[in-house]
């Protein structure tokens, strides 16, 4: 098991520099004007008497009476009674119960309030907590609604008088909400642990009083952390291998920052310490602590090289108001090397600060092209889908020109581009000595007559179908599948070429896959059979008790390579599982890595077939 609690403490203990955030935090007790009196708005539980809000709120009685007559006949659950609080002294407070596994530590981060707070609140709580126990929670404001009261959306963060996220880009949150149906014996904290929030966001979205659900009831769920689908339009693809890497001011240390969607108050159980075996991450804080290991193994070899710099690590959970206050805050000033962040909205702000301030913003993962335009300071380290498919194109127009390639068209607007660019390219590197001067291409029918009229018994076909619908690759993979059991091709030779996604579709059959020898273009290749990756694994395994994730391994391979080149003036392009090269997009654009392996599936194992560097076949 990954030594969760010690890697994320560190992580809070050390150089994670997290942002706090503003009133969204806020806890909000809801209050009224009765009588022209200011009192707060209570909703009685079961065991509530005129007594026990007596004593819980340190008001008389004969108080609480003068603003609900009725209340003298008996209070009754769910009954809204007004508690007058201007003039006095009280403490308001919401009530938390106990659920198992939940510490003093997690319970004062769920709610933003300190440990000593709620022990004042509750004697003898620093003692032990038990399941079902109440604790009372100190509030950090009191509002007062009114008629037509709207909650404001956080004004659009802005950089130098220039809006952080450009009015080009549209964003989209796909479910952004969900709802669940509370079962016999579900809890809050089960159900937000299941759903991946915090029993907070439940409780502000559904209105809940004392932490009090019951069997039957639908809670709205909210969705914070979805991905977002973005609408751009990716830069055109220029190719220029005249390459310079940037030249940096000689220092004596430089200054690094790595953003990442460490989401550290996501994650309850490690925050209190109760981890167990069965404790998982939240997804994205996963990712960004496997990031974070394998950039620190890599920031200890750079050390031995010579190199002196100050890292720091922030968290941008995945907000582009967050990343705003990273890049205003007095540790960010004179940053010279920028590692993330992940998600369009979150680069976008932060590519504008690099360009401003002459920094070097390096995006680790697969993000949208767009942001290179017009700006030299970005390189993306991983190439871009259509990078990987003109690879594709290369590859088989170089290394199977003289074999029958089909093009199978699904028919689907959004794999317009994919085919466009493999056609262009593909057709422009072959020649009329290759078997096929012009590419031949069909659409996919249900009966598959077009996939059998394109098979050529003699030689090689290889169809490239470049969907990145699931539906329609299941669909054609079924298709020549059958087309293949007919007697007249029981002996023709086919291959499939698809693209990287398809390795993702658990639903598209291994034995298609692996019948067909799918290749496809890959932006790395993870191969743990070689020298220098065995070596890593050991040293991983020394560091931190565990074995690297894909993730740890790219966290490696990025920071090792970018920082050797920019600050050490080395090369070093063969990582572990990358060969970082990087290509100009066109003058005043930024860059962009342009290796891609080709990788075939065969004997249910992944292998690599040939590599394709800037547009040349390797």
């Known amino acids: 098991m990954k030594l969760i609690g010690i890697v994320v403490m560190m992580l809070l203990a050390t150089s994670l520099f997290a942002q706090r955030g503003d009133a969204d935090k806020k806890d909000k007790i809801e209050t009224t004007m009765v009588n022209g009196k200011k009192c707060l708005v209570h909703v009685v539980e079961s065991g509530n008497t005129l007594y026990s809000l007596h004593r819980q709120y340190e008001v008389t009685i004969a108080e609480i009476v003068a603003v609900n007559p009725n209340a003298e006949a008996g209070l009754q659950v769910g009954q809204v009674v007004y508690i007058p609080i201007e003039n006095s002294n009280i403490q308001t407070y919401k009530i938390h119960i106990v659920e198992a596994k939940q510490t003093l530590y997690g319970i004062s981060r769920l709610y933003d309030v300190s440990v000593a707070d709620i022990v004042a609140l509750n004697p003898g709580s620093d ?84 932490g009090e659900i019951k069997v039957g009831q639908v809670l709205v769920i909210p969705r914070k952390e979805e991905a977002p689908v973005f609408k751009e339009n990716t830069i055109p693809f220029i190719s220029d291998s005249n390459y310079v890497a940037p030249k940096f001011e000689q220092k004596s240390k430089y200054k690094v920052a790595v953003i990442l969607p460490f989401h550290i108050t996501k994650n309850p159980e490690v925050l209190s310490g109760m981890i167990t075996p069965a404790t998982e991450l939240n997804k994205l804080t996963d990712l960004s602590v496997d990031f974070y290991m394998g950039a620190k193994m890599a920031l200890d070899s750079l050390a031995k090289l010579g190199l002196t710099a100050e890292v720091k690590f922030y968290d941008s959970k995945a907000s582009a108001t967050e990343v705003a206050n990273i890049l205003k805050s007095y540790e960010f000033k004179n940053t010279d090397i920028i590692i993330g962040p992940l998600f369009n909205q979150t680069i976008t702000p932060v590519a504008n600060w690099a360009k401003l301030n002459n920094a070097r913003l390096i995006v680790p993962f697969n993000a949208n092209t767009s942001v290179l335009k017009s700006n030299p ?19 088989y127009a170089l290394e199977h020109g003289d074999d029958n390639v089909v093009l199978v068209k699904s028919g689907l607007a959004k794999d317009n581009d994919a085919y466009r660019v493999f056609r262009e390219e593909f057709n422009r590197l072959t020649t009329p000595q290759s078997y096929r001067a012009i590419l031949k291409e069909v659409q996919l029918s249900d009966a598959g007559k077009e996939l059998s009229a394109a098979i050529i018994n003699d030689t090689l076909t290889v169809f490239v179908d470049l969907s990145s619908d699931k539906a329609h690759a299941m669909r054609f993979l079924t298709t020549l ?49 070689t020298p ?15 074995d690297p994730s894909k993730y740890a391994v790219q966290g490696f391979d990025v920071t090792y390579a970018y920082l050797s080149q920019y600050l050490l003036m080395r090369n070093v392009n063969e990582g572990l599982m990358n060969d970082i090269r990087l290509e100009s997009r066109g003058v005043g654009n930024g860059t962009e890595n342009g290796t891609c392996f080709i990788l075939k599936q065969e004997n249910f194992e992944i292998k690599r077939v040939g590599k394709v560097i800037n547009q040349r076949v390797y």
């Open 127 to 210: 003692q032990g907590l038990q399941i079902g126990q109440q604790l009372k929670i100190p509030s950090l404001e009191l509002s007062t609604p009114t008629n037509n009261q709207v909650e404001k959306e956080d004004p659009q963060p802005e950089l130098n008088n220039q809006p952080l996220v450009p009015n080009t880009l549209v964003v989209q949150w796909p479910d952004s909400v969900e709802t669940h149906t509370v079962q016999k014996g579900e809890t809050l904290y089960r159900i937000a642990l299941a759903h991946k929030v915090t029993m907070l966001d439940i409780v502000r979205e559904n209105d809940i009083e004392n």
């Open 481 to 529: 599948n059958r087309v293949k059991n007919q007697r007249i091709h029981e002996d023709a030779r086919v291959a499939v070429v698809g693209i990287n996604d398809w390795m993702k579709f658990d639903d598209l059959s291994n034995y298609y896959k692996n019948r067909f020898q799918l290749h496809y273009a890959s932006p790395n290749h993870l191969d743990y059979s």
């Open 532 to 546: 220098s990756m065995q070596k890593f694994v050991l040293d991983y395994r020394e560091a931190y008790n565990a």
């Open 377 to 395: 300071y970005v390189s993306f380290a991983i190439p871009s889908d259509l990078t990987l498919i003109k690879s594709l194109a290369h590859y």
